[in-house]
């Protein structure tokens, strides 16, 4: 499907669907649409039957077998989860063995005569290996093969590989789209989770998730020692990254940052007064040494380091922050 604020984008490639790039690279931010752009623009272009606007009919067999995920001349290539197994604290990638199955099939004869398409997503989760064996076959791709390639971090990809794409930016909808999309959908605290998650509506919904770090804004908001040590073991028994914590954390003091120059809050609204009363009551100084202590942490987000641990060390800087030591 194509979300409303990403009409004019999808009309720009149906308009010249008959002289396409070997490949496109859809970047903008996450949760806002561009993998979902990208199916729809694969299944129209493996349409036998599209409409004078360039939609997929829906209803002949290469549709059908699309809406199956059974296409035989589509080709994607996503991190694999490997069954029965949790993804917890593990980092995904896509593997240079994925890329090479890929690699040897679509140099074969289409299955149903026409085109063959390769989606990457996110193209940004390809490891060293697997990014520089897209790149070969990008550089001399077999006939009548387009690749689709959608990232939520442009910058972390080759050059190399974004230069022999033809970039879209797909943007974010505005506040006002994002939050009726969420209402329309019974989404409850729509304001506040919009807010956290910076405007992308397709979020994935967790409520455990969303309980956890409710209970960590509350601490952030009055922070006592052993509440810090029962949260950080709260926090380990749900098996999630240190990254997690790192952004929930992140959010909140770019939020006491802007309380200091007397701002809004941009990720956490239904804290303001908590924010304020933090602000007020620190200094720069000191705020962008701990952001500077996280941003250090920021590599090893998905490590094997002791979560808990490291919650522990860095909600007692916050402490000692928070009391202005």
Not at 17 to 39: D, V
Not at 40 to 51: M, N
Not at 227 to 238: M, R
Not at 302 to 324: A, D
Request: glycine residues 6%; charged residues 20%; aromatic residues 8%.
């Amino acid at each position: 499907m194509i979300y409303p604020w990403h009409q004019t984008q999808w009309q720009q490639i149906a308009a010249h669907r008959q002289s396409l790039p070997n490949a496109w690279l859809f970047t903008g931010k996450e949760n806002t649409g561009k993998t979902a752009f990208a199916r729809h623009t694969a299944q129209a272009l493996l349409c036998e039957q599209p409409d004078a606007a360039g939609e997929p009919c829906g209803v002949c067999p290469s549709c059908h077998l699309f809406g199956q995920n059974s296409h035989p001349d589509f080709y994607e290539l996503t991190p694999e989860i490997p069954e029965g197994e949790a993804v917890g604290r593990k980092l995904l990638q896509i593997k240079i063995d994925a890329v090479r199955d890929i690699v040897d099939n679509i140099h074969l004869t289409s299955v149903r005569g026409g085109k063959r398409i390769v989606l990457v997503h996110p193209a940004e989760s390809m490891n060293l290996q697997a990014a520089n064996g897209l790149l070969k076959v990008l550089e001399e791709p077999p006939e009548n093969v387009l690749f689709l390639l959608v990232t939520h971090a442009r910058d972390k990809l080759l050059p190399t590989i974004k230069s022999r794409c033809r970039q879209m930016v797909l943007p974010a909808p505005s506040h006002q789209e994002a939050l009726q999309y969420l209402q329309q959908r019974g989404t409850e605290q729509a304001e506040a989770l919009l807010a956290f998650h910076g405007g992308a509506p397709l979020f994935e919904h967790t409520p455990d998730l969303d309980d956890l770090r409710k209970d960590l804004l509350d601490l952030l908001s009055a922070p006592r020692l052993l509440a810090i040590l029962d949260y950080a073991a709260a926090f380990d028994k749900h098996k999630q990254p240190l990254a997690v914590f790192l952004d929930w954390l992140h959010k909140w003091l770019l939020d006491v940052g802007l309380a200091q120059q007397r701002m809004p809050p941009l990720y956490y609204p239904q804290y303001a007064a908590a924010l304020e009363k933090t602000g007020a009551k620190t200094s720069p100084a000191a705020l962008f040494a701990l952001i500077g202590r996280l941003n250090r942490l920021s590599p090893y987000g998905h490590h094997t380091l002791s979560v808990k641990m490291q919650l522990e060390s860095l909600l007692t800087e916050y402490l000692n922050f928070w009391q202005n030591k």
